[in-house]
């Protein structure tokens, strides 16, 4: 009658429809859920704006508290979160600029709340074009969502975590210890 092969064949490719239908019950179940989360973002020490000769370029140090709560964001099928915190400025050269200062990625709920003061940036503010001076800055705190199975959702909370500060128009060295 069938010989084994063909048995075989037959369990393998049931079981690879049947996981095929619950991986897609669970990205269409969980791709109309939203969660809620709470940021909020200060700036907490302003440390530098300074003209660095050996880029030509300029650059700009601060501190940032952020408080985020992203536990409502994590469902069934999320395997991870990338968050980071992007500031975007507008200068004469580029109508839109934007650089990531700092990222973490957070893999269990558990890790979900952010809590961070007086953190320094990962990574530096600097301009090639020298127009920071004097520029109004957005800071966002912005999230992936990075699914089990299923689409991904891309950048999560840019409208709503928008802190803003304003660069001062000369060059600012505060001392160390400040």
């Not at 990531?100 to 890790?111: F, H, N, P, R, S």
Request: glycine share 2%; aromatic share 16%; hydrophobic share 45%.
């Amino acid at each position: 009658m069938y010989n084994i092969f063909v048995r075989a064949n037959a369990v393998f490719f049931y079981w690879t429809t049947v996981i095929f239908f619950l991986s897609m019950g669970c990205s269409i179940s969980s791709f109309f859920f939203d969660g809620n989360p709470t940021v909020s973002m200060t700036l907490n020490k302003f440390e530098e704006l300074s003209y660095v000769p050996s880029y030509n370029a300029e650059n700009v140090l601060f501190s940032l508290d952020v408080d985020a709560d992203l536990t409502t964001l994590f469902n069934w099928n999320v395997k991870q979160l990338f968050v980071w915190v992007a500031a975007e400025y507008k200068t004469r050269t580029y109508e839109k600029n934007q650089v990531i200062l700092w990222d973490t990625i957070i893999e269990d709920v558990d890790e979900a709340h952010i809590f961070l003061k007086d953190e320094k940036l990962k990574y530096e503010l600097t301009s090639f074009e020298r127009e920071l001076r004097n520029r109004e800055i957005n800071l966002t705190l912005s999230w992936d969502i990075m699914p089990v199975v299923g689409v991904l959702k891309m950048q999560g909370g840019r409208d709503t975590n928008v802190h803003q500060i304003n660069l001062p128009q000369k060059y600012v060295k505060l001392p160390q210890n400040y």
